[in-house]
């Protein structure tokens, strides 16, 4: 399953709550506000890095450049532009977006 | 997966509430989705997770609020043939409650299991 | 493939629908296509003609009417959505005592059926939110 993350971490349990349900093999495409979670040096960084063990991680290129994260991006998450975005929707059986 | 249905393979169709009542319309406009989802046959499951679990407390008296109580609505699924209500446990204990303080009977699950349940899906709706 | 998109929020408050809106052009790029786009909670708020946002910065609900029109999309609104928070289409207004209609071109309402149906429909149903 591809899952998506559109809220900070630092403000919502969206992250939290989807990596809890994320099974071994998934991947997760944080969009929007949740590019934040995947930028070093971060109070969440850790838990991050400790997800990228079982869950691909994936983060939306315009919106980690809308946001000036662009060389915060830790090593490991992946960035893909829209037409990645589509990519991963096929790549995966459903999409679960966590709002 | 997917079960036959007269009108063809049904897919599986999962509605995940993770909003607390009234605060919000998500949870109200979620339920009006599954009540008419549920007239194509589909096979469909519910889950409540974080805050969602809310959603399901018995004893909500809206009078006060002059908003309309859509608790009772839920006791109404059995009727439409939705009877797949899963709820975390985890996010049930967090917040000091039980499966005795809920409006319907659910099926109480870990992380786990829950995260099995979902993998499992076709559909999922977030709302 | 056959994508569905959900679209929660309605243009600007949240990037909800820029988001869906930068997927679907993506995913018609690509050569994939559109079976529908729902509109639902505030989402129907994409589906007004009144928005008069400022000559700067996209204008969203008209570049949904573009697109539409550009690749034949099926934009829907959902009805009790809709009449909630006051976006009507011309019979909507005339069969409710309505005095004025508001549905910008390219989108039509109808029931939340439409949805069911579009997940059925699909291959793939994405979700945009708050």
Wanted: aromatic share 8%; charged share 25%.
């Amino acid at each position: 399953m591809l899952h998506t993350v559109n809220k900070s971490p630092f403000d919502h349990n969206t992250l939290e709550t989807c990596l809890k349900f994320a099974k071994q093999g998934s991947a997760l495409l944080l969009i929007e506000d949740g590019v934040y979670a995947a930028t070093r040096d971060t109070a969440v960084s850790k838990q991050v890095q400790e997800a990228m063990k079982s869950v691909s991680i994936y983060a939306l290129k315009p919106d980690v450049e809308a946001r000036g994260m662009q060389n915060r991006v830790m090593d490991g998450v992946r960035l893909v532009d829209y037409e990645g975005f589509v990519d991963l929707v096929v790549a995966h059986n459903a999409v679960q977006s966590w709002l | 997966m997917a079960e036959e249905t007269e009108g063809g393979v049904a897919k599986k169709f999962l509605y995940v509430n993770r909003k607390a009542p009234y605060g919000t319309i998500y949870a109200l406009e979620s339920l009006e989705v599954v009540l008419i989802g549920a007239a194509f046959d589909q096979d469909v499951s519910l889950a409540f997770v974080g805050d969602g679990v809310y959603q399901l407390t018995k004893g909500q008296d809206t009078k006060g609020l002059e908003v309309k109580n859509f608790s009772p609505t839920f006791r109404a699924l059995e009727d439409y043939d939705v009877t797949k209500l899963y709820v975390e446990q985890a996010a049930l204990q967090a917040r000091g409650l039980s499966e005795a303080d809920l409006v319907v009977p659910v099926e109480v699950v870990s992380a786990e299991r829950m995260a099995e349940i979902m993998e499992g899906q076709d559909v999922i709706l977030s709302f | 493939m056959k994508f569905s998109i959900l679209v929660n929020e309605g243009p600007y408050t949240h990037e909800a629908s820029d988001t869906a809106y930068q997927f679907v052009k993506a995913a018609l790029a690509k050569g994939h296509a559109i079976y529908r786009v729902f509109f639902y909670h505030d989402g129907v708020n994409n589906g007004t003609r009144l928005t008069i946002p400022p000559q700067d910065d996209r204008n969203i609900v008209k570049r949904w009417s573009d697109l539409a029109a550009q690749h034949k999309l099926d934009l829907v609104v959902c009805i009790a959505a809709a009449q909630r928070r006051g976006l009507l289409d011309a019979n909507e207004a005339k069969r409710n005592g309505k005095d004025a209609d508001n549905i910008a071109p390219g989108f039509r309402i109808s029931g939340l059926g439409q949805l069911i149906e579009a997940g059925i429909q699909a291959d793939r149903l994405v979700v945009f939110g708050g």
